[in-house]
């Protein structure tokens, strides 16, 4: 409280004022933040594949682990095969289960025909071991160059090039979260995302562990994304270049973000889960490109929000809906005892037409004991008592028109090696997010809390500590950022991934 108080005064003394933004709202009137691609294929039938739930990453070595970037084949839509590009092969990768403070090394070979670069959304990382766009591994024998053209940011003294493989560093010195990983490269974020380049990493630690929240087959992640599909069963996706080795960039149509009309959890469409009438721990994570949800459960239920993008919440919080846009997450409890056996109950997308207001299902197969329970205090950590020492403001939006159009942070496009802020180790600082459109906006290494939208209270699904937020068209978001762990080179951006990969990021280096 006394940040907000800080912050107040800030804004006082900056003259800064949000009271033209009402009028704005005014013009809010689309909630989605993506044009819809058609699958060419008839859609499969919903509620009749079994979720799958991800292999769980098993080390090499204890702290050690390896995992190979490669094409794959997998049966999404029943009755086709769909080449995905995929860590091990698969989609979602497989879900590195660590706990807090034990540095885990991971190496990941590139056997893929581009560039990738690995980033840990979510943790704080070591600079070199954080995923930057133009750090990338290549396959053992292709050559690659940073393709020319209009791309003024191809200035190749900020790229580095590691062949075949390389270590990722993650020492995982904070609390337990549900984190993900997933593609990064530069330009082409978007289309390898799509493709299948996506998993969790879930770090434990002993406060969390001692919860009694429901645990093993109770305690599941749910990574939830769109996708469209060719008549083959192919994914379609509207790339200027499908080899996504020259020419960035989609179909001017698609300038706002790509959304699919098939919904995926853990990579299957439309799942069913047969769970006990009980209590169950729901890792929800939108890993979409563009598209937002706002999730509920019908005929009825509630989520009870325990956590957020960076983990426990002080105190559990209740919530009908819940809006999730790229990037986000919450954990969820979700009580299944209040239902009969052989009861359904779907989480739907009230923000979804057709098809897409489906989510997935859960089937009520059986009575069964529960010694789980929602403590009324989670996480104990104490909160900081940290005054902001700067305020910025980033604003989001799109410079330019059509095909010459890109998405612009303070009317620049991204330029790799020229930061937009310095911020000092162990400081926090107010960021302004303003915008435009939806703009997911994410931080990276630094996490921060929600103080205000449009000068008046965050929403109820900002509490707690958050790496991403939801930005809405002409709205004014403010942050309070604290950055700890690491000096470096850092970035924030939009995670909208087609808003990124159109040069809406920025550097950040942490002094
Ligand atoms: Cu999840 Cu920089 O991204
Ligand atoms: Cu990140
Ligand atoms: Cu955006």
Request: aromatic content about 8%.
């Amino acid at each position: 409280m006394i940040a907000r108080r800080g912050f107040l005064g800030l804004l006082g003394g900056a003259g800064l004022t949000v009271a033209g933004c009402g009028a704005l709202a005014g013009k809010v009137a689309r909630e989605v933040a993506g044009e819809s691609l058609t699958s060419a294929l008839p859609l499969p039938a919903r509620f009749a594949v079994p979720l799958p739930i991800p292999a769980t990453a098993v080390p090499v070595r204890p702290g050690r682990f390896e995992v190979v970037q490669r094409a794959a084949k997998a049966e999404i839509i029943p009755g086709t095969t769909t080449e995905i590009w995929g860590y091990d092969g698969t989609f979602p990768g497989p879900t590195f289960d660590l706990r807090a403070g034990g540095p885990a090394v991971i190496r990941v070979r590139n056997e893929l025909p581009v560039p990738t670069s690995t980033h840990l959304h979510g943790g704080v990382t070591p600079p070199e071991s954080d995923g930057y766009p133009t750090d990338v591994v290549i396959a053992r024998g292709r050559g690659f160059r940073p393709p020319p053209g209009d791309h003024s940011h191809h200035d190749l003294r900020q790229w580095t090039f590691h062949e075949a493989a390389r270590d990722y560093v993650y020492p995982l010195e904070q609390g337990a979260a549900t984190l993900w990983y997933h593609d990064h490269r530069m330009d082409f974020t978007a289309p390898q995302v799509w493709r299948g380049l996506a998993g969790f990493l879930v770090v434990r630690d002993d406060e969390d562990d001692a919860l009694p929240l429901p645990k093993g087959e109770r305690d599941i992640p749910l990574m939830i994304c769109d996708r469209a599909f060719e008549e083959d069963g192919s994914f379609r996706y509207p790339s200027l270049d499908p080899t996504l080795l020259l020419r960035p960039g989609v179909d001017d149509a698609f300038m706002e973000g790509v959304e699919g009309d098939v919904i995926l959890v853990n990579g299957a469409p439309w799942p069913f889960l047969e769970v006990d009438a009980a209590r169950y721990r729901l890792r929800l994570l939108n890993a979409s490109n563009a598209r937002r949800f706002r999730l509920r459960l019908t005929p009825g239920g509630r989520f009870v929000q325990i956590g957020s993008d960076q983990g426990l919440l002080p105190a559990p919080l209740t919530h009908e809906a819940i809006t999730i846009s790229p990037g986000e997450r919450f954990d969820v409890v979700v009580d299944f005892s209040g239902h009969r056996a052989g009861s359904e109950v779907t989480m739907v997308n009230t923000l979804g037409t057709g098809a897409a207001r489906d989510v997935m299902r859960f089937r009520v197969r059986r009575r069964a004991a529960d010694d789980s329970v929602i403590p009324k205090r989670l996480s104990r950590a104490a909160e900081p008592v940290t005054t902001a020492v700067a305020t910025r403001v980033f604003d989001f939006r799109r410079t330019g028109q059509g095909g010459g159009g890109s998405w612009t942070i303070n009317g620049r496009r991204f330029r790799p090696g020229r930061p937009l802020a310095t911020p000092r180790l162990n400081t926090s600082e107010v960021w302004r997010f303003t915008s435009d459109f939806h703009h997911p906006v994410h931080v990276h290494l630094a996490r921060f809390r929600v103080l205000a939208r449009n000068g008046g209270p965050p929403a109820a699904t900002d509490a707690g500590w958050k790496d991403t937020v939801d930005v809405r068209p002409y709205e004014v978001v403010d942050v309070l950022v604290r950055f700890e762990g690491y000096r470096g080179r850092y970035m924030l951006h939009c995670h909208n991934l087609e808003h990124e990969d159109m040069a809406m990021m920025a550097d950040f280096e942490v002094v």
